[in-house]
């Protein structure tokens, strides 16, 4: 369960947090193995790798919806000064308008009926636990129904969408997309890269010169052309298709610092983390775009695998609803 659960929580968490959750299991009891522990702390299912993969897919499905994202709030408390001596001021606060405020708060997170009645149970009559996966009804939120209005400090995108105002950090965005490009083109067989009509020269230490082995593999097969060019030099011939020259060059450079310690070729989650901290040469917080760049950076994040958070955990998305617009400008 825990490995379920961790799974389904992949890069949509920060490195070294941990989520916690209530799950409620209904199956037959003689798929248990209760005699296990001698104080019944402890029970095995009889098909543990199905229940694990199954609970991984229900998750998952629930964290792809609109109720996933982040919501911003606004807790609105009375303060009220008593005195005209600045050191003896009170703070007072309106009990009523606190109460009032967590109703609404309470209301607005509440699990719609819909979804409490949505029960997600593994079939008793099944072999194993995969078939419960097309019971997963919710529905996954359509990033590509997002209407793109502007951008804010050149940092965060604003869209709307029905009565939900939304914030998209646009590096996070980037960077998500970035890298299931680059894990998509890693493990693809056909590479789609274009020649460069000047190459470039990287620089590189002796110590990576000494471990290129086991680096420069997983860079051909990112759909980089890269080759020695004297001592510790290498030049650069071809590139990945959705890469800029700019783009290339941070990546390789960033790529050669996180690969220093050197890796075996066959070591995917090593390669998947230097991959993932080499994202540095995503698009930036203060990058100016215009409205059709990011309107291309919205449908690009619409096709990503998970959307919600960039590869190291943060979100990409934070919503606030019209009610709580509302309340702030005190029309309810």
Same mark, same amino acid.
């Given at each position: ?125 099944? %072999? *194993? /636990?995969?078939?419960? $996966?097309? !019971? ?10 997002? &209407?793109?209005?502007g951008s804010l400090f050149n940092t965060y995108i604003t869209a709307v969408e029905s009565d939900y105002f939304y914030l998209i950090d646009q590096h996070a965005a980037h960077e998500r997309i970035f890298y299931e490009k680059l894990i998509h083109e890693y493990g693809s067989s056909l590479k789609h890269s ?13 110590g990576d010169k000494a471990n290129e082995p086991s680096w420069i593999g997983p860079l051909l097969d990112i759909g980089f052309e890269i080759e020695p060019f004297g001592m510790k030099s290498y030049i650069v011939k071809s590139v990945p298709l959705f890469m800029t020259l700019q783009e290339s060059r941070e990546?390789? %450079? *960033? /790529?050669?610092?996180? $690969?220093? !310690? ?10 998947? &983390? ?59």
């Amino acid at each position: 369960i825990d490995n379920a659960l961790a799974e389904a929580y992949k890069e949509k968490i920060a490195e070294g947090r941990y989520p916690a959750a209530f799950i409620f299991l209904e199956t037959d009891p003689r798929r248990l193995d209760v005699n296990i522990h001698p104080n019944k702390k402890e029970i095995r299912f009889d098909d543990e790798q199905g229940l694990t993969r199954q609970l991984s897919q229900v998750i998952s499905a629930h964290l792809r919806t609109p109720e996933a994202i982040p919501l911003i709030r606004k807790t609105l408390v009375g303060i009220d000064s008593r005195s005209e001596d600045q050191s003896s001021r009170q703070i007072v606060v309106d009990i009523n308008k606190l109460f009032e405020t967590k109703r609404l708060e309470k209301s607005e997170t509440a699990i719609s009926q819909e979804h409490r009645e949505t029960i997600h149970r593994v079939s008793e009559t099944s %072999s *194993d /636990y995969g078939e419960a $996966a097309d !019971e997963i009804t919710e529905q996954p939120f359509k990033i590509g129904n997002l &209407k793109v209005t502007g951008s804010l400090f050149n940092t965060y995108i604003t869209a709307v969408e029905s009565d939900y105002f939304y914030l998209i950090d646009q590096h996070a965005a980037h960077e998500r997309i970035f890298y299931e490009k680059l894990i998509h083109e890693y493990g693809s067989s056909l590479k789609h890269s274009q020649k460069l009509l000047s190459p470039y020269i990287v620089e590189a230490t002796y110590g990576d010169k000494a471990n290129e082995p086991s680096w420069i593999g997983p860079l051909l097969d990112i759909g980089f052309e890269i080759e020695p060019f004297g001592m510790k030099s290498y030049i650069v011939k071809s590139v990945p298709l959705f890469m800029t020259l700019q783009e290339s060059r941070e990546f390789v %450079s *960033d /790529y050669l610092d996180n $690969a220093a !310690e050197g890796m075996a070729p066959d070591d995917s989650k090593r390669i998947d &983390k230097i991959i993932m901290n080499a994202c540095k040469s995503a698009v930036k917080a203060h990058d100016a775009l215009d409205l059709k760049e990011m309107k291309q950076l919205v449908k690009d994040l619409s096709e990503a695998g998970q959307p919600y958070t960039c590869p190291h955990g943060r979100p990409v998305f934070l919503r606030l609803s019209r009610h709580e617009i509302e309340k702030m400008f005190k029309r309810l």
